[in-house]
C-alpha cells in the first residue's frame, strides 16, 4: 500500500517561503515531484527530480525561487519555496513514479491529498 503524506502547507505574505514535506511509504520511486491546482484551473508541474538528483525538471514560473530535494533515506521529497508570490496559491501535491521523471501528470503512479498554500499580497 503507497501512501504520501504532505505536510508544511499555510498562509504567507507576499515574499516569505514555506517549505513543504512528503513521505512516501511502501515503495521506492525513481521520480518525485510536486504539481499544484489553483482554484479553478488545471493540475500544473512545479518540479520534479530523479532518485539520485541528477535529474531535475521545473517550471518556469518557479524557476530561481523553488527547490526540489529529496532524502532516499527517509523516502522523502521537499518543495524549498522563497519568495512566494500570490499567484503561487493553489493545492500542492506530491507525486511519485516509477519511471524517470517528467512534467506529465498523468505518468505519475501515486498521487498525494495535497497541502493548500496561501499566499497573500
Known amino acids: 500500500q503507497v501512501q504520501l503524506v504532505e505536510s508544511g502547507g499555510g498562509s504567507v505574505q507576499a515574499g516569505g517561503s514555506l517549505r513543504l514535506s512528503c513521505a512516501a511509504s511502501?515503495?521506492?520511486?525513481?521520480?518525485m515531484g510536486w504539481f499544484r491546482q489553483a482554484p479553478g484551473k488545471e493540475h500544473e508541474f512545479v518540479a520534479a527530480?530523479?532518485?539520485?538528483?541528477?535529474?531535475?525538471y521545473y517550471a518556469d514560473s518557479v524557476k530561481g525561487r523553488f527547490t526540489i530535494s529529496r532524502d532516499n533515506a527517509k523516502n522523502m521529497v521537499y518543495l524549498q519555496m522563497n519568495s512566494l508570490k500570490p499567484e503561487d496559491t493553489a493545492v500542492y501535491y506530491c507525486?511519485?513514479?516509477?519511471?524517470?521523471?517528467?512534467?506529465?501528470?498523468?505518468?505519475?503512479?501515486?498521487w498525494g491529498q495535497g497541502t493548500q498554500v496561501t499566499v497573500s499580497s
Open positions: 511502501g515503495r521506492i520511486f525513481n521520480a
Open positions: 507525486v511519485v513514479r516509477y519511471g524517470p521523471p517528467t512534467v506529465a501528470g498523468r505518468a505519475y503512479d501515486y
Open positions: 527530480i530523479s532518485r539520485n538528483g541528477g535529474i531535475l
